[in-house]
């Protein structure tokens, strides 16, 4: 299946045979105080920044029914961000993971979005859109 939107991710996790527990890294996207003048021309055109995580969150697919209700939960919580990584945990035997199972996973997932390593997971941008980095 295709996942241009995170609708699609949302489809495609509650087909899966197995359960599925979606995780989610919100970042922000900034320019480093010490960017050079073509980093900081390029960040005003829209390129290149850090991402910094601001907030994580695992949910069951059935606990969303949607991005735009993503985008309602996260804006309750005050915390600014432009994108959002998804990566998904599977369960076994019927059970799905629990929130316990997910967290040392998200605490890997926002580790490795610091240090740059983001190829496993899918960003989104604030509309939900799947978005190409690099």
């Given at each position: 299946?295709?996942i241009?939107?995170?609708?699609?991710?949302?489809?495609?996790?509650?087909?899966?045979p197995?359960?599925?527990r979606?995780?989610?890294?919100?970042?922000?996207?900034?320019?480093?105080?010490?960017?050079?003048p073509?980093?900081r021309?390029?960040?005003?055109?829209?390129?290149?920044g850090a991402?910094v995580?601001r907030?994580?969150v695992?949910?069951?697919?059935d606990e969303?029914?949607?991005?735009?209700q993503?985008?309602?939960?996260?804006?309750q919580?005050?915390?600014?961000?432009g994108?959002v990584?998804?990566?998904a945990?599977?369960?076994?035997?019927?059970?799905?993971?629990?929130?316990?199972?997910?967290?040392?996973?998200?605490?890997?997932?926002?580790?490795?979005?610091?240090q740059?390593?983001?190829?496993?997971?899918?960003?989104?941008?604030?509309?939900?859109?799947?978005?190409?980095?690099?």
């Amino acid at each position: 299946m295709d996942i241009s939107t995170f609708d699609d991710l949302l489809e495609a996790a509650r087909a899966q045979p197995q359960p599925q527990r979606l995780l989610l890294v919100f970042v922000a996207i900034e320019l480093p105080d010490d960017a050079s003048p073509a980093q900081r021309s390029g960040f005003a055109r829209g390129e290149g920044g850090a991402l910094v995580p601001r907030m994580c969150v695992d949910k069951a697919p059935d606990e969303l029914g949607s991005f735009a209700q993503l985008q309602q939960e996260a804006a309750q919580t005050g915390a600014e961000w432009g994108m959002v990584f998804a990566a998904a945990l599977g369960g076994s035997a019927g059970r799905p993971p629990s929130s316990a199972d997910a967290a040392p996973v998200l605490d890997t997932m926002v580790e490795s979005i610091r240090q740059g390593r983001i190829a496993a997971y899918i960003p989104f941008d604030t509309q939900g859109r799947a978005v190409r980095l690099g």
